[in-house]
Protein backbone atom coordinates (compact mmCIF):
# COMPACT_ATOMS: atom_id res chain seq x y z
CA UNK A 1 0.00 0.00 0.00
CA UNK A 2 2.79 2.63 0.80
CA UNK A 3 4.65 1.60 -2.44
CA UNK A 4 1.48 2.37 -4.24
CA UNK A 5 1.05 5.77 -2.40
CA UNK A 6 4.96 6.48 -2.84
CA UNK A 7 4.26 5.57 -6.76
CA UNK A 8 0.98 7.65 -6.70
CA UNK A 9 2.71 10.99 -5.24
CA UNK A 10 5.70 10.29 -7.96
CA UNK A 11 3.22 10.28 -10.67
CA UNK A 12 1.65 13.54 -9.90
CA UNK A 13 4.65 15.25 -9.17
CA UNK A 14 5.73 14.53 -12.75
CA UNK A 15 2.80 15.42 -13.98
CA UNK A 16 3.06 19.01 -12.58
CA UNK A 17 6.54 19.44 -13.85
CA UNK A 18 4.94 19.05 -17.22
CA UNK A 19 2.89 21.48 -16.84
CA UNK A 20 5.87 23.82 -16.41
CA UNK A 21 7.29 22.97 -20.34
CA UNK A 22 6.45 24.62 -23.06
CA UNK A 23 5.96 22.89 -26.83
CA UNK A 24 6.50 25.40 -29.78
CA UNK A 25 6.43 25.03 -33.09
CA UNK A 26 9.72 27.29 -34.16
CA UNK A 27 10.97 27.94 -37.57
CA UNK A 28 14.05 30.11 -38.25
CA UNK A 29 15.83 31.45 -41.59
CA UNK A 30 19.25 32.52 -41.49
CA UNK A 31 21.69 34.83 -43.19
CA UNK A 32 24.25 34.85 -40.47
CA UNK A 33 27.85 34.89 -41.41
CA UNK A 34 29.90 32.67 -40.17
CA UNK A 35 32.57 34.83 -38.73
CA UNK A 36 30.29 37.06 -37.20
CA UNK A 37 29.48 36.98 -33.90
CA UNK A 38 26.69 38.05 -31.73
CA UNK A 39 27.33 41.83 -29.92
CA UNK A 40 25.67 45.03 -28.70
CA UNK A 41 21.68 45.88 -29.83
CA UNK A 42 19.06 47.74 -29.63
CA UNK A 43 15.33 47.43 -30.21
CA UNK A 44 13.58 48.94 -32.86
CA UNK A 45 9.51 49.71 -32.47
CA UNK A 46 7.69 50.15 -35.75
CA UNK A 47 5.14 53.43 -35.70
CA UNK A 48 2.03 51.12 -35.24
CA UNK A 49 4.05 49.58 -31.57
CA UNK A 50 4.78 52.70 -30.24
CA UNK A 51 1.16 53.78 -30.42
CA UNK A 52 0.84 50.86 -27.15
CA UNK A 53 4.35 51.38 -26.16
CA UNK A 54 3.62 49.27 -22.44
CA UNK A 55 2.84 46.09 -24.76
CA UNK A 56 6.15 46.52 -26.60
CA UNK A 57 8.16 46.96 -23.63
CA UNK A 58 6.66 43.59 -22.19
CA UNK A 59 7.81 41.51 -25.49
CA UNK A 60 11.29 43.63 -25.11
CA UNK A 61 11.83 42.33 -20.97
CA UNK A 62 10.70 39.04 -22.28
CA UNK A 63 13.43 39.10 -25.07
CA UNK A 64 16.40 40.37 -23.05
CA UNK A 65 17.23 37.19 -21.14
CA UNK A 66 17.32 34.92 -24.17
CA UNK A 67 19.17 37.70 -26.06
CA UNK A 68 21.85 37.70 -23.48
CA UNK A 69 22.31 33.67 -23.38
CA UNK A 70 22.51 33.73 -27.44
CA UNK A 71 25.56 36.09 -26.33
CA UNK A 72 23.97 39.97 -27.22
CA UNK A 73 24.61 42.76 -25.02
CA UNK A 74 22.38 45.57 -24.77
CA UNK A 75 23.75 48.70 -26.25
CA UNK A 76 24.52 52.24 -23.93
CA UNK A 77 22.64 54.41 -26.71
CA UNK A 78 21.04 53.17 -30.24
CA UNK A 79 23.96 54.13 -31.77
CA UNK A 80 26.27 52.17 -30.76
CA UNK A 81 24.55 48.79 -31.32
CA UNK A 82 25.71 46.77 -33.62
CA UNK A 83 22.38 44.99 -34.39
CA UNK A 84 18.83 46.14 -34.34
CA UNK A 85 15.95 43.85 -32.89
CA UNK A 86 12.60 43.73 -33.71
CA UNK A 87 9.87 41.95 -31.85
CA UNK A 88 6.41 40.65 -32.43
CA UNK A 89 3.79 39.03 -30.97
CA UNK A 90 0.11 37.57 -31.67
CA UNK A 91 -2.48 36.03 -30.52
CA UNK A 92 -5.38 34.35 -33.01
CA UNK A 93 -8.39 32.54 -31.94
CA UNK A 94 -9.52 29.20 -33.29
CA UNK A 95 -13.45 28.63 -33.27
CA UNK A 96 -14.50 24.59 -33.54
CA UNK A 97 -17.59 24.02 -34.89
CA UNK A 98 -19.72 21.21 -34.27
CA UNK A 99 -19.44 19.54 -37.21
CA UNK A 100 -15.66 19.20 -37.54
CA UNK A 101 -16.40 16.65 -34.89
CA UNK A 102 -14.82 13.44 -36.87
CA UNK A 103 -17.73 11.06 -35.37
CA UNK A 104 -20.54 13.43 -37.13
CA UNK A 105 -21.89 11.99 -40.10
CA UNK A 106 -25.34 12.06 -41.83
CA UNK A 107 -27.46 11.83 -38.69
CA UNK A 108 -25.23 9.59 -37.10
CA UNK A 109 -23.74 8.45 -33.43
CA UNK A 110 -23.42 12.18 -33.23
CA UNK A 111 -26.76 13.62 -34.78
CA UNK A 112 -26.83 17.27 -33.05
CA UNK A 113 -27.14 18.71 -36.48
CA UNK A 114 -30.77 17.53 -36.67
CA UNK A 115 -32.06 16.89 -33.25
CA UNK A 116 -31.82 17.97 -29.72
CA UNK A 117 -30.82 21.36 -28.71
CA UNK A 118 -27.46 23.21 -28.31
CA UNK A 119 -26.27 24.82 -25.38
CA UNK A 120 -23.69 27.58 -25.41
CA UNK A 121 -20.88 26.56 -27.40
CA UNK A 122 -21.71 22.76 -26.70
CA UNK A 123 -24.44 20.59 -28.54
CA UNK A 124 -25.97 17.30 -27.50
CA UNK A 125 -25.20 14.07 -28.17
CA UNK A 126 -28.73 11.90 -27.93
CA UNK A 127 -28.26 8.85 -25.20
CA UNK A 128 -24.65 10.57 -24.34
CA UNK A 129 -25.28 13.56 -22.33
CA UNK A 130 -24.12 17.24 -23.81
CA UNK A 131 -20.20 17.84 -25.24
CA UNK A 132 -18.89 21.31 -25.41
CA UNK A 133 -16.55 22.98 -27.64
CA UNK A 134 -14.10 25.85 -26.19
CA UNK A 135 -11.87 27.69 -28.58
CA UNK A 136 -8.66 26.78 -28.79
CA UNK A 137 -5.46 30.01 -28.86
CA UNK A 138 -2.64 29.85 -31.76
CA UNK A 139 -0.10 32.24 -29.89
CA UNK A 140 3.19 32.99 -31.86
CA UNK A 141 6.45 35.46 -31.52
CA UNK A 142 8.72 36.45 -33.83
CA UNK A 143 12.07 37.92 -34.13
CA UNK A 144 14.02 39.86 -36.96
CA UNK A 145 18.20 40.79 -36.29
CA UNK A 146 19.44 43.14 -38.53
CA UNK A 147 22.59 45.21 -39.25
CA UNK A 148 21.90 48.50 -37.83
CA UNK A 149 24.57 50.44 -40.40
CA UNK A 150 23.28 48.36 -43.48
CA UNK A 151 19.75 47.44 -42.62
CA UNK A 152 20.31 43.52 -43.72
CA UNK A 153 18.24 41.12 -41.87
CA UNK A 154 20.23 38.00 -40.39
CA UNK A 155 18.19 36.38 -38.67
CA UNK A 156 14.29 35.42 -38.39
CA UNK A 157 12.75 33.56 -36.22
CA UNK A 158 9.55 33.03 -35.04
CA UNK A 159 7.68 30.63 -32.39
CA UNK A 160 4.19 29.41 -31.52
CA UNK A 161 2.01 26.98 -29.53
CA UNK A 162 -1.60 26.50 -29.03
CA UNK A 163 -3.75 26.66 -25.71
CA UNK A 164 -7.14 27.26 -24.20
CA UNK A 165 -5.91 30.60 -23.11
CA UNK A 166 -5.48 33.64 -25.19
CA UNK A 167 -2.52 34.53 -22.23
CA UNK A 168 0.37 35.28 -23.68
CA UNK A 169 2.62 37.08 -21.19
CA UNK A 170 3.94 34.79 -18.81
CA UNK A 171 4.71 32.17 -21.64
CA UNK A 172 6.81 35.32 -23.41
CA UNK A 173 10.09 34.30 -21.79
CA UNK A 174 9.87 30.79 -22.94
CA UNK A 175 8.68 31.32 -26.11
CA UNK A 176 11.16 34.00 -27.07
CA UNK A 177 14.13 31.35 -25.59
CA UNK A 178 12.36 28.79 -27.59
CA UNK A 179 12.91 31.27 -31.12
CA UNK A 180 16.63 31.43 -30.40
CA UNK A 181 17.89 28.32 -29.19
CA UNK A 182 19.60 27.43 -32.17
CA UNK A 183 21.19 30.63 -32.54
CA UNK A 184 22.86 31.24 -35.25
CA UNK A 185 21.93 28.52 -37.78
CA UNK A 186 18.57 27.76 -39.34
CA UNK A 187 16.92 23.85 -39.31
CA UNK A 188 14.08 22.03 -39.98
CA UNK A 189 11.54 24.29 -40.64
CA UNK A 190 8.93 23.75 -38.89
CA UNK A 191 10.54 22.08 -35.15
CA UNK A 192 9.33 21.43 -32.14
CA UNK A 193 11.29 23.04 -28.93
CA UNK A 194 10.77 22.36 -25.83
CA UNK A 195 11.03 25.01 -23.29
CA UNK A 196 10.80 26.17 -19.10
CA UNK A 197 8.06 28.51 -18.41
CA UNK A 198 9.64 30.48 -15.63
CA UNK A 199 7.56 31.95 -12.81
CA UNK A 200 7.45 35.52 -11.83
Not at 12 to 27: E, K, T
Not at 128 to 155: C, H, N, Q, W
Amino acid sequence: MRTTFALLIAAALSGCASFNQLNNDVSTFSRWPAERKPASYTFERLPSQESRPENQQRLEDAARGPLQTAGFTAASTPTDAEYIVQLGARVDVNERSIYDDPFWWHGGLYSSRFYGPRFGRGFWHPGFGPGYYSPTYEREVALLIRDRKSGTPLYEARASNDGASPSIESLLPAMFEAALKDFPTGGVNPRKVTTEITKK
